[in-house]
């Protein structure tokens, strides 16, 4: 059974530095795209950032391009996502993703990934 769990959410000050963590079981994705959306209260759900499997090449969305770093550890089937300088409106659920099939973080960016996580909760106060 294949499974994306997420975990390193909670409710952080603004300005604060979180790192969420994304254990892969079931299969392995070292050879495909693996990433994070987020989804805002009352919004849908907007990519973050994505890493391809065989290269480690990295795409990340405006809103937080040098402030989230997204990183993976093939070894322990693992991806993770450090926020530093949490702002109020990073407030979100925050989804694991990842292809099965497909390196490129273009499958990740649109939300066709193959395999998701349940979310967890990042929530910053001003």
């Known amino acids: 059974q294949v499974q994306l769990v997420e975990s390193g959410g909670g409710l952080v000050q603004a300005g604060d530095t979180l790192r969420l963590s994304c254990k892969a079981s079931?299969?392995?994705?070292?050879?495909?795209?693996m990433g994070w959306l987020r989804q805002p209260p009352g919004t849908g759900r907007q990519f973050v950032a994505g890493i391809s499997g065989t290269d480690s090449t990295t795409d990340y969305a405006d809103s937080v391009k040098g402030r989230f770093t997204i990183s993976r550890d093939n070894a322990k089937n693992t991806t993770y996502l450090q926020i530093n300088s949490l702002k109020p409106e990073d407030t979100a659920v925050y989804y694991c993703?990842?292809?099965?099939?497909?390196?490129?973080?273009?499958?990740?960016?649109?939300?066709?990934?193959?395999?998701w996580g349940q979310g967890t909760q990042v929530t910053g106060s001003s």
């Open positions: 079931g299969r392995t994705y070292r050879n495909s795209a």
């Open positions: 993703a990842a292809s099965r099939y497909y390196n490129s973080v273009t499958y990740v960016r649109s939300g066709d990934a193959n395999d």
